[in-house]
Nanobody, 122 residues
Framework: QVQLVESGGGLVQAGGSLRLSCAAS????????WGWYRQAPGNQRDMVAA???????AYAESVKGRFTISRDNAKNTVYLQMASLKPEDTAVYYC????????????????WGQGTQVTVSS
């Protein structure tokens, strides 16, 4: 099974920056895509950034130009660099990995981190 451990959340003032990390461990053949999601109080969980195996990225309109997703395949780790943070960015952030756990088997499964709180004060 794949386990995802997140780190890097915390309290930051508006305009500040944070970098979230999510490291995957366990039985992993390949991670085909990564995503970062967030859930603010009273809201649904929304995708904020994603990166695919080929390196293409996608961002929610609300974070475009401020957030950057990146990965280190050798470390099975994904990062979310967040800059120019706003109070509306306050949420619990979750990483998601879509992984193939065995070679020659194309079945993929989604795995989720435990979430890390990001609070942006004004």
């Amino acid at each position: 099974q794949v386990q995802l451990v997140e780190s890097g959340g915390g309290l930051v003032q508006a305009g500040g920056s944070l970098r979230l990390s999510c490291a995957a461990s366990g039985t992993i053949f390949s991670i085909n895509s990564w995503g970062w999601y967030r859930q603010a109080p009273g809201n649904q969980r929304d995708m904020v950034a994603a990166i695919q195996s080929g390196g293409s990225t996608a961002y929610a309109e609300s974070v475009k130009g401020r957030f950057t997703i990146s990965r280190d395949n050798a470390k099975n780790t994904v990062y979310l660099q967040m800059a120019s943070l706003k109070p509306e960015d306050t949420a619990v952030y979750y990483c998601r990995a879509r992984a193939q756990t065995r070679p020659y088997i194309t079945s993929e499964y989604n795995y989720w981190g435990q979430g890390t709180q990001v609070t942006v004060s004004s």
